[in-house]
């Protein structure tokens, strides 16, 4: 469907199919002849356009289509594909994107490219679901929440507003769910590969699209992504499908792994390491370079892989470690003096980390999860960052 492809996939192909095909506009496709012009009335009816799709599961408009007149009527078709004639893309994309920033609350991503192969330009415009709903007009002081049926948008009342924010509250109780349930598992030992009863890290990236009801991941295409998920601390690794997915798992020994990546077929990716703490002369420890060093690999492949498979965001970014009740951070001596205490709980979870776009360097957004990692050793901060907050580790 073309509301599913990203506007920089589409092509003069798909244009002229939804033209010989007749396909009228839906809750996820409109057609409009023309951009938005400058004034206030039409830059209230774009915005009213575009919070309508983010609050009602998402669409694409496609700026250059006429739409068929039959009888003197409207018939919701496209009639013929005229193109933007006399503008530049850039500029229009730059317009679109700065009417729709300062004037929407919370703010909603666009995506907009031309059409390749049409000309004059057939600008595409998507505006994915968003899990951050319901997004108000504040164009002029305005405070109006709009949402989209088959037959167009229409202005939100009391009523459905306050359904609108009863719905946005599930997402982080699914969330939560989803987190303390896979914790649980791995704690029990119930991995999808074998593993000992080591402390553990667990990694897991979740584009908010996976905690819907929507359509699944299919492993196959997880499988193509196997070259980005190589497992944390593993040498040689191999993939297979299993029942929740697909399974990137480093090399067996004595039967057991000592990390992995499962791609859930919701979408949903979970990375384990274990052994991790190491016996050191001042007792058990946690390498505090190596550890970030996994995370920081692990969640770049993973950004890889999103945007290879388009999953939509925002995603949420969650570290855990568990087993590590006892054990100390280690650091370089000058380090320690007072500061070096052990961890007092045997499960940390630290706060996720909310990303809007993958399209980020994993070293920065992760900082603030290293940062509690270090804070529940006695540190004031993770020491692996400088200070103008960049991962630059000493040693």
Request: hydrophobic content about 40%; charged content about 25%; glycine content about 10%.
């Amino acid at each position: 469907m073309v509301f599913e492809q990203a506007p920089k996939s589409l092509t003069s192909e798909d244009i002229e199919a939804l033209v010989d095909s007749q396909v009228p506009e839906s809750r996820h496709l409109d057609y409009k002849q023309t951009l938005p012009e400058g004034n206030d009335n039409a830059k209230r009816d774009f915005l009213a356009d575009i919070s309508a799709f983010a609050n009602s599961g998402g669409g694409v408009i496609l700026y250059g289509i006429s739409e068929a007149i039959v009888e003197g009527r409207k018939t919701g078709c496209p009639g013929k594909v005229v193109g933007c004639p006399n503008i530049s893309v850039d500029e229009e994309i730059l317009r679109l994107e700065n009417i729709a920033r300062g004037s929407i609350a919370p703010r909603i991503q666009l995506e907009i490219a031309h059409v390749a192969g049409t000309s004059p330009p057939v600008i595409a415009l998507r505006v994915r679901r968003s899990w951050n709903a319901p997004h108000m007009v504040t164009f002029k002081k305005s405070s109006r929440f709009y949402a989209r049926n088959s037959a167009g948008k229409y202005r939100l009342d009391v009523g459905e507003i306050r359904t609108a924010f009863l719905a946005s509250e599930e997402l982080p109780r699914r969330l939560r769910d989803f987190r303390v349930d896979r914790l649980a598992r791995i704690g029990a030992g119930d991995c999808p590969v074998p593993m000992d009863e080591s402390a553990k890290l667990v990694l897991h990236v979740v584009p908010a699209g996976a905690m819907g009801a929507g359509e699944q991941l299919a492993p196959e295409r997880a499988a193509e992504q196997r070259g980005n998920l190589q497992p944390m601390g593993a040498s040689g690794y191999g993939g297979r499908y299993n029942f929740d997915g697909y399974l990137v798992h480093g090399g067996l020994h004595e039967g057991k792994s000592n990390s992995y990546v499962q791609v859930f077929r919701s979408g949903v990716f979970e990375a384990v390491l274990g052994r991790l703490l190491s016996e050191e002369k001042d007792g058990t420890m946690l390498a505090s370079l190596y550890y970030e060093k996994m995370v920081i690999q692990m969640t770049s492949g993973i950004s890889k892989s999103i945007r290879a498979l388009d999953l939509p965001g925002p995603y949420f970014v969650m570290l855990t470690l568990l087993g590590v009740k006892g054990a100390r951070m280690a650091v370089e001596r000058r380090r320690v003096r007072d500061e070096w205490h052990p961890f007092d709980r045997n499960i940390l979870v630290i706060p996720e980390v909310v990303l809007e776009s993958m399209d980020v360097h994993p070293a920065e957004v992760l900082r603030p999860a290293f940062d509690a990692v270090w804070q529940s050793a006695g540190f004031e901060r993770s020491y692996n960052y400088d200070e103008h907050g960049s991962w630059a580790p000493s040693r």
